[in-house]
């Protein structure tokens, strides 16, 4: 896939202004999540969007199980695009899965990335001892259970907690993205993010961040948006966005757009 990465992860430029950010999805979704971001920045960025290579809508033959067993080769991915694509400064948005993926790559190239903007991310998942990460460990094996068990069932039940807000589009579109993933790949990039934690090395990340987590998120409790910008090792801020869920980009795009530009604008 080296040799053609861009067109395997199906990367983008749109826009026309001088400074470049970077429209990272999280798991489940691919880039179409920010379409109803978009309008609010293409007149005035250049906005770099890309597929991770377990969305949907890439193929999965080019999901190689070995390498993605860690966040390590979704980095690579990311520092691969913006070396082809020649980009010396950008702004990073990363929800989830891609919020971390951001930090791990800002930790290697940290003059790369002027500003990480980090929504619903979390360092790690599962609670541990003096750290609430939301999940204890038979709780995931429950829900690694009923993905294997039924996926489409599981899918069905999944999305509209995740949306947490009554928004019907939401939750469709976000199902859609879902029942695109192959199953045997879902689970597998779920074990990888659950097992997950970046807690030792949020202290190297020196670009300033900006987190932003919403008022009810089943996914991140509040207290870990707190918990990043206390760690982080920057110059850190969090915004709280008065709406439901994990996907604030789908259920309140306006309102998501509006705390994006004012981060960008910091």
Same mark, same amino acid.
């Given at each position: 896939? &080296?040799?053609?990465?861009? &067109?395997?992860?199906?990367?983008?430029?749109?826009?026309?202004?001088?400074?470049?950010?970077?429209?990272?999805?999280?798991?489940?979704?691919?880039?179409?999540?920010?379409?109803?971001?978009?309008?609010?920045?293409?007149? @005035?960025?250049? /906005?770099?969007?890309?597929?991770?290579?377990? %969305?949907?809508? /890439?193929?999965?033959?080019?999901?190689?199980?070995?390498?993605?067993?860690?966040?390590? %080769?979704?980095?690579?991915? +990311?520092? #691969?695009?913006?070396?082809?694509? $020649?980009?010396?400064?950008?702004?990073?948005?990363?929800?989830?899965?891609?919020?971390?993926?951001?930090?791990?790559?800002?930790?290697?190239?940290?003059?790369?990335?002027? =500003?990480?903007?980090?929504?619903? %991310?979390?360092?790690?998942?599962?609670?541990? =001892?003096?750290?609430?990460?939301?999940?204890?460990?038979?709780?995931?094996? =429950?829900?690694?259970?009923?993905?294997?068990? #039924?996926?489409?069932?599981?899918?069905?039940?999944? $999305?509209?907690?995740?949306?947490?807000?009554?928004?019907?589009?939401?939750?469709?579109?976000?199902?859609? !993205?879902?029942?695109?993933?192959?199953?045997?790949?879902?689970?597998?990039?779920?074990? !990888?993010?659950?097992? @997950?934690? +970046?807690?030792?090395?949020?202290?190297? /990340?020196? /670009?300033?961040?900006?987190?932003?987590? !919403?008022?009810?998120?089943?996914?991140?409790?509040?207290?870990? %948006?707190?918990?990043?910008?206390?760690?982080?090792?920057?110059? #850190?801020?969090?915004?709280?966005?008065?709406?439901?869920?994990?996907?604030?980009?789908?259920?309140?795009?306006?309102?998501?757009?509006? =705390? +994006?530009?004012?981060?960008?604008?910091?």
């Amino acid at each position: 896939m &080296e040799s053609n990465l861009l &067109e395997a992860l199906n990367v983008h430029m749109v826009g026309s202004g001088k400074r470049v950010i970077v429209l990272a999805h999280g798991f489940g979704t691919d880039q179409s999540v920010w379409q109803r971001i978009l309008p609010y920045f293409v007149p @005035s960025y250049r /906005v770099i969007l890309y597929d991770l290579v377990c %969305a949907g809508s /890439v193929n999965p033959d080019y999901f190689n199980f070995q390498r993605y067993s860690t966040l390590d %080769a979704y980095v690579d991915d +990311l520092l #691969n695009i913006l070396d082809a694509l $020649a980009v010396d400064c950008c702004a990073f948005v990363g929800h989830s899965i891609s919020a971390m993926i951001g930090i791990l790559a800002a930790i290697r190239r940290p003059h790369l990335f002027s =500003k990480l903007i980090l929504i619903g %991310a979390s360092p790690r998942f599962l609670n541990d =001892k003096d750290y609430h990460g939301g999940f204890e460990l038979g709780d995931i094996e =429950k829900v690694f259970s009923a993905m294997e068990a #039924n996926y489409a069932a599981w899918v069905d039940g999944y $999305a509209p907690l995740a949306v947490g807000a009554d928004v019907p589009a939401a939750v469709q579109e976000f199902s859609r !993205t879902l029942f695109n993933m192959r199953p045997d790949i879902a689970f597998y990039v779920s074990r !990888t993010v659950f097992n @997950s934690d +970046l807690r030792g090395v949020l202290g190297l /990340v020196k /670009v300033p961040c900006c987190i932003i987590q !919403t008022s009810n998120d089943t996914s991140v409790p509040n207290s870990v %948006a707190d918990y990043l910008r206390d760690h982080l090792g920057g110059q #850190n801020t969090v915004e709280m966005l008065e709406t439901e869920g994990h996907l604030p980009h789908l259920s309140a795009p306006a309102l998501l757009a509006r =705390k +994006l530009q004012r981060a960008l604008s910091q």
